[in-house]
């Protein structure tokens, strides 16, 4: 390897490193809301039984 191509593989690596910053929130926001609203149905399914 020469030198041109430890800089392409370092570039290459803090792309995917900035990427994975940008995406990982994005991916943990989504998994909470999803927790979050099934959370609520079955909560809400639970009071419906008990209401009957």
Known sequence: M???SYVIAAY???VL???WDW??????IARARR???LRLRRDAA???ETAR
């Open 2 to 4: 020469n030198y041109q």
């Open 12 to 14: 290459v690596i803090f």
């Open 17 to 19: 490193a900035i990427l």
């Open 23 to 28: 995406i990982a929130p994005k991916l943990q």
């Open 35 to 37: 927790e979050a609203k």
């Open 46 to 48: 639970r009071k419906g």
